[in-house]
């Protein structure tokens, strides 16, 4: 079982910058698309960002898009989330998680990831 584990979630004003971090021990972190989803309190779980293997492909849904950069270091076997111009709408418990697919490229629907941390909460206060 992969382990991953967030961090960087906290309280922070309206406007101002976050930046998560999902670690895992894992020695074939490399071979996984990663992908950040978010939920906030009464909704479901939605996806945000997602990055491919090697060569850097990212894909962003339409709300964050231009605000947030999903980025990540194999060699630290670490994938990151800087967001950046937050929002009061960006509250949320955010989550990483990992697709073990070798076919995909980047991944923006939930049911296809297979490991999940347990989350980071981001309060935006307005």
């Known amino acids: 079982q992969v382990q991953l584990a967030e961090s960087g979630g906290g309280l922070v004003q309206a406007g101002g910058s976050l930046r998560l971090s999902c670690a895992t021990s894992e020695r074939t972190f490399s071979t996984y698309v990663m992908g950040w989803f978010r939920q906030a309190p009464g909704k479901e779980r939605e996806f945000v960002a997602t990055i491919g293997r090697s060569y850097g492909n990212t894909y962003y849904a339409d709300s964050v898009k231009g605000r947030f950069t999903i980025s990540r270091d194999n060699a630290k076997n670490t994938v990151y989330l800087q967001m950046s111009s937050l929002k009061p709408e960006d509250t949320a418990v955010y989550f990483c998680?990992?697709?073990?697919?070798?076919?995909?490229?980047?991944?923006?629907?939930?049911?296809?990831?297979?490991?999940w941390g347990q989350g980071t909460q981001v309060t935006v206060s307005s």
């Open positions: 998680a990992a697709d073990r697919n070798l076919g995909a490229v980047v991944t923006t629907t939930s049911y296809e990831y297979d490991y």
